[in-house]
């Protein structure tokens, strides 16, 4: 029965554990970089060269606002650049965003760790990673200068002052940027006024995402309207990843739960030998002595089950308002875009599914056992000791 | 007197073994309704063997046995099982009572297998334990009993499928003087008063002492058939 109990537990806590994983990986790739949905330049995912611009994209935005299901929304203009410092160059995406607008869509504001988020008074301000800072040796006020083509194809340089210095907690996606404010990039690519690279829109319901999607095609038809799940389809190859190591580990355990249950069942059985050489010895057949051991062992499971349930319940329940801390891990967690604090998914269909699973399992491993018990012969039984 | 049981000739040889065992080596024995018959002899002369192929739990290596008019040799397992629940009664030297039933579920069980109506088992597991003396442990366990109260219990169980007789190998040998004096004379009783056939194996003169038909086995052969009493 302990073997019921824990092995049921820790499936249904492994699933949830890393659906609460995924779950938080999407979610945090959705609320603090791809938003859920974007517009852009037909030609702008192919080649993202300056040139690829939405002309009307003030306008867009404007327009959009009498959509009610969007909740933030804001332009961005992008370009790659080289970023050069006292200590190196290197390659870098550099994002003009909107300060007020950006804050509320992906909360960068937020996750500023030194210095300061744009506020209007900085002169030249840009933002950096914290992983970069570390490797360029920038500190706040460091100057630093980028070197970009423009949308004529000239070479344009810029400089900055380090504002501030972020980490959202997903340091592979944070070493490729940086931000400067919206309208020092835009005027310094070329673009006119009310022009931008990258409308980003977050919903307030995103069960809604195709109606919103919709929307927005329809005022910009000329554009590339695009869900998360098409910016970001590494989320789906993830949540593949993550689904088939569960199955390995359901595998293992249902494995390890079935040598639980036989080795269980057979000491029963070996315990009771003279008890069943008895009963078959005063007219118990072999099918009512298979069926006694196959139903013990269901009972036992159907007994065990419930409680491996309930605790698993309650555990995960615990867990997804507390968090599980992996505190230890969480570089590497920071690097796969998944915070260090976890919270497990109750997931009811998982439940009903692996609990149907362990009871089978339960049964077809009580059929050996079962089975001994069935080929006893009941002179021989009687005469152990 | 009806015969009830017919062996004849009988052989029996253990062949698991390096060197082959002839446990029983020719016997031939009637047993006719209403005795009370002992089956005595040092160990290893062959009375747990005759008695497990008198009760169908072992089959001879040659002859037959015929109880009750069916020629138990010819049964295959299934069928064996049946006659066992239909025909005997078993009591074992160890009671082997099920520890986790009560006295009364203890008797009762059996006529659960033969699908008796609940009436019906409470009436005969009433009237069964009042004959061996435990109406009062009837809700008791076996681990609450003493070893001659367990050996009544076994005693009632032997007795609730209405068996045509009872088999017992030994059944005093983990008992006392006054427990053994006393499941004989319900033994004797129930035989007496009620015509039950008991044949049973044994070394204890106690015994030996009060059967009416005293059998002694000697190297597989039986060697004197006593009938002490009328």
Known sequence: MGAVILGLWSILFATSFSAGMISAMIEKGIRHQHSHLQIHHNNYQKNKEAKHFIEDAESILQKSASDENIQASAARVTTQAMMNTTKGVRGIQVIGVQAEREAQLTDIDQFIITGKYFDGKQRKPILVSKGIAEKMKLKESTKLVLTFQNTLGDISTLSFRVAGIFDTGNAMLDDTRVYVPFKSLQTALGLAEGQAHELAFFLKDASELERSQAALAAIAPRLHVQSWEDLAPEFRVFEEQFRISIYVILFIIMLALIFGIINTMLMAVLERIRELGMLMAVGMNKRKVFNMILTETVLLTLIGAPIGILLAWISITFFSENGINLGAYAEGLSSMGVGHIIRPVFEPEVFFITSIMIIITAILAAVYPAYKAVKLKPVEALRRA | ?230
């Open chain 2, 1 to 230: 007197m009806s015969l009830i049981i017919d062996v004849n000739n009988i052989e029996k040889t253990y062949t698991e073994t390096a060197v082959p065992v002839h446990a029983l080596r020719g016997v031939d024995l009637q047993i006719e309704a209403g005795e009370f018959t002992a089956i005595v002899g040092p160990s290893g002369s062959g009375k747990s063997t005759l008695l497990n192929i008198i009760g169908g739990l072992d089959v001879p290596s040659t002859g037959s046995v015929v109880v009750n008019g069916t020629d138990i040799s010819q049964l295959n397992a299934n069928q064996l099982i049946d006659f066992r629940q239909k025909n005997i009664g078993f009591v074992f030297q160890a009671y082997n009572l099920i520890p986790v039933l009560t006295a009364k579920e203890n008797v009762e069980f059996i006529m659960l297998l033969q699908g008796r109506s609940k009436s019906e088992r409470d009436a005969r597991v009433k009237e069964l334990l009042e004959e061996v003396g435990l109406m009062d442990k009837m809700d008791n366990r076996p681990t609450q009993l003493s070893g001659g109260q367990q050996q009544r219990v076994a005693v009632a169980r032997a007795l609730a499928s209405k068996p045509s007789f009872v088999l017992a190998d030994e059944p005093t040998a983990n008992l006392d003087s006054k427990s053994t004096a006393n499941l004989l004379d319900i033994m004797l009783k129930l035989n007496q008063e009620e015509g039950m056939t008991f044949v049973f194996s044994t070394h204890d003169q106690r015994v030996i002492d009060r059967a009416r038909r005293v059998l002694t086995l000697e190297d597989g052969k039986i060697v004197s058939d006593i009938k002490t009493k009328a």
